[in-house]
């Protein structure tokens, strides 16, 4: 494994580091929701940063759970303090399907404004890139409906979208590094004097 590929691997974990730790707490009882929230907001927060700060690249997916990981808790508690808690039950009852709703909203923007997309991968040619980005927006467009459908269960409202999209997504970027690799080897053959 590259150093470039232990350091995705890295980001990966770094960046899936608040809503892991925000579950570990709140669905260990080991602290309440509202505890388990703002760790899961804070650690978001850090990471956004750090990641920024150092110019590493977002994984798409996880950049829109850690936005919403970073939003939904102060916007919970604000509006329980802002007398709607109604609202705000509302949004907790429905955060597995706001988080793909976070996912779909960042994916439409890194569609039309990032350099890499929604797949985000660099060095794609452009209609590729949009083809790319444009699947994994429907399939997070999909995945809004499905989990809602779905509110029952956590495994098929939240689950099942979210092993479609990273899955999806990481058959896009091997699919294209495929390519590209193969288009490297096509080269060096002929570039190799006496090549048979």
């Given at each position: 494994m590259t150093g470039?590929?232990?350091?995705?691997?890295?980001?990966?974990?770094?960046?899936?580091?608040?809503?892991?730790?925000f579950l570990a707490l709140w669905r260990g009882d080991l602290v309440g929701l509202e505890a388990a929230g703002w760790t899961g907001c804070g650690l978001a927060a850090a990471?956004?940063?750090a990641?920024?700060?150092?110019?590493?690249?977002?994984?798409?997916?996880?950049?829109?759970?850690?936005?919403?990981m970073l939003v939904i808790t102060p916007l919970v508690v604000g509006?329980?303090?802002?007398?709607?808690?109604?609202?705000a039950g509302t949004l907790v009852d429905t955060a597995q399907t706001g988080v793909l709703v976070a996912?779909?909203?960042?994916?439409?923007?890194?569609?039309?404004?990032?350099p890499r997309g929604f797949v985000g991968i660099a060095g794609l040619p452009t209609g590729a890139r949009r083809g790319y980005s444009l699947l994994l927006l429907a399939v997070a467009g999909a995945a809004v409906?499905?989990?809602l459908a779905h509110a029952g269960s956590?495994?098929?409202?939240?689950?099942?979208?979210?092993?479609?999209?990273?899955?999806?997504?990481?058959?896009?970027?091997?699919?294209?590094?495929?390519?590209a690799g193969d288009g490297d080897r096509a080269l060096a053959a002929m570039a190799a004097p006496g090549g048979d």
């Amino acid at each position: 494994m590259t150093g470039s590929q232990q350091r995705e691997w890295v980001t990966g974990i770094l960046e899936s580091l608040p809503s892991v730790t925000f579950l570990a707490l709140w669905r260990g009882d080991l602290v309440g929701l509202e505890a388990a929230g703002w760790t899961g907001c804070g650690l978001a927060a850090a990471v956004l940063l750090a990641l920024r700060l150092r110019r590493t690249p977002f994984d798409p997916i996880l950049l829109g759970i850690n936005l919403h990981m970073l939003v939904i808790t102060p916007l919970v508690v604000g509006l329980f303090h802002a007398g709607q808690p109604a609202l705000a039950g509302t949004l907790v009852d429905t955060a597995q399907t706001g988080v793909l709703v976070a996912i779909l909203a960042v994916g439409a923007a890194l569609t039309l404004f990032a350099p890499r997309g929604f797949v985000g991968i660099a060095g794609l040619p452009t209609g590729a890139r949009r083809g790319y980005s444009l699947l994994l927006l429907a399939v997070a467009g999909a995945a809004v409906p499905w989990s809602l459908a779905h509110a029952g269960s956590a495994l098929m409202s939240i689950g099942v979208p979210l092993m479609a999209l990273f899955g999806l997504r990481r058959y896009l970027v091997a699919r294209w590094q495929d390519k590209a690799g193969d288009g490297d080897r096509a080269l060096a053959a002929m570039a190799a004097p006496g090549g048979d």
